[in-house]
């Protein structure tokens, strides 16, 4: 089986999850391939939200999930959050 899926949403999709509040981003990916090696190509942009990770709050500014390897799943992150720090 061969695959040639396209996947985007509005621009104001959002996501909770447990470790997610109110992520806002949006989806623009193209899979192709067959169900054994997949290849996805394409970004998930992240506008804003917040984030909880090791018992913190990280309020998500703005980040990118890029896939441009065509060859193999390998999703590059990037991410600019703050955080408020207390002793």
Do not use: C, H
């Amino acid at each position: 089986m061969r695959l040639d899926l396209t996947v985007v949403s509005a621009p104001d999709i959002r996501l909770e999850t447990t470790t997610a509040r109110n992520l806002q981003g949006d989806v623009d990916l193209r899979i192709q391939g067959t169900l054994e090696n997949p290849a996805w190509l394409g970004r998930i942009g992240i506008l804003g939200g917040d984030l909880y990770f090791a018992g913190k709050k990280y309020t998500v500014n703005r980040g990118e999930i890029s896939f441009t390897n065509p060859f193999r799943f390998e999703p590059v992150l990037k991410l600019n959050v703050q955080a408020r720090v207390q002793q």
